[in-house]
């Protein structure tokens, strides 16, 4: 006999549970989703859960997972993000809309980083991330690309002394990973998988990865940004751990991916990034919630969407 899958209205995104209410993001691998009713069915070789769409805010589709166009159609009118990744996320394929359907942390982004003022602004505080008891707000670009310079010269002197690993620089060929020496292709990996992440995680909330206020001129800008600031915490420490412990026919890059996936997971990674991300953008407090569509102006500012304007005069009494 078979089943029959009940329809049910589609939500208005007034209606849906706020962002700090929902699970921040749920990963699923080697599963099959389909909808039942108001909800998600997730069914693996465990069983079948169901998870309420309006719970969601990011879905991270890992390696063997397979979704029906019933799910997606529940998916985006619930406002979800979908984000199609490598496993547990240290890769990044493609990406569905955003979580919302409010524009204020691309707007935001794309303000600030068109006035050299406010740009400098931004990078300055990205910069006060890693430095949060030096008083940065007065130093130039060159200033500040220097000071990190020596911060991440001295993370590199730290994780050797720690673990024993020797280094020499940093040295790789992009388009060679096998030439570089242990280390460098153990942190090649780490930095990959954290670009992964930070890339879902600035995409799913609505921002562009390629409006960078650090670097410039690539559609990744913005992600390498965003990406260096857990580098020294997360990713450098990793890759000297892992060329520690490393034995004969180990695969280095498979070897790190794995553990910078294991720190994604377990250090909560992706919920610091969301709050890291509004913070930098000066949106923390702009948690902006159902569809809000304006007419641009150049004279009157926002005006009201879905109103039939009448004809009106200009200062000189021309009809317009």
Do not use: C
């Not at 899958?5 to 209410?21: F, Q």
């Not at 805010?57 to 063997?64: E, I, R, S, T």
């Not at 580098?231 to 420490?237: L, R």
């Not at 377990?266 to 809000?292: C, F, N, P, S, Y």
């Amino acid at each position: 006999m078979s089943h029959k899958i009940a329809g049910a209205k589609n939500a208005d995104l007034t209606e849906l549970g706020r962002v700090r209410d929902r699970i921040s993001f749920l990963y699923l691998e080697h599963a099959a989703l389909n909808r039942q009713d108001s909800a998600i069915t997730v069914t693996d070789r465990r069983g079948v859960v169901a998870v309420p769409a309006a719970m969601l805010a990011v879905l991270l589709l890992g390696p063997g997972v397979e979704v029906t166009h019933r799910a997606m159609e529940l998916i985006g009118d619930s406002g979800a993000s979908v984000v199609w990744v490598g496993e547990r996320g240290v890769r990044q394929y493609a990406h569905g809309r955003a979580l919302n359907h409010s524009a204020a942390l691309l707007a935001a982004q794309a303000r600030l980083v068109s006035n050299q003022r406010s740009r400098l602004a931004v990078a300055r505080r990205m910069y006060q991330m890693r430095f949060p008891d030096t008083d940065v707000s007065k130093l130039s670009m060159a200033a500040l690309r220097g000071k990190e310079g020596a911060r991440v010269r001295q993370v590199y002197r730290d994780a050797s002394a720690k673990t024993g690993v020797a280094w020499a620089g940093r040295t790789y060929d992009p388009d060679d990973f096998e030439a570089g020496t242990p280390i460098n292709q153990a942190l090649t990996a780490a930095h990959a998988a954290l670009y992964g992440l930070a890339y879902s995680v600035i995409v799913a909330l609505g921002a562009s990865p390629g409006l960078g206020f650090v670097h410039t001129g690539h559609d990744l800008s913005f992600v390498y940004d965003f990406a260096d600031l857990y580098k020294a915490d997360v990713t450098i420490p990793i890759a000297f751990s892992v060329v520690a412990t490393l034995v004969p026919g180990d695969d280095i890059g498979r070897k790190t991916r794995l553990a910078v996936r294991d720190a994604f997971v377990d250090g909560k990674l992706m919920l610091r990034m969301v709050a890291d991300l509004k913070r930098v953008l000066g949106q923390t407090d702009a948690e902006r919630e159902g569809d809000i569509v304006n007419l641009w102006d150049d004279k009157l500012g926002l005006q009201k969407f879905g109103v039939s304007y009448r004809e009106f005069e200009d200062e000189r009494g021309n009809r317009q």
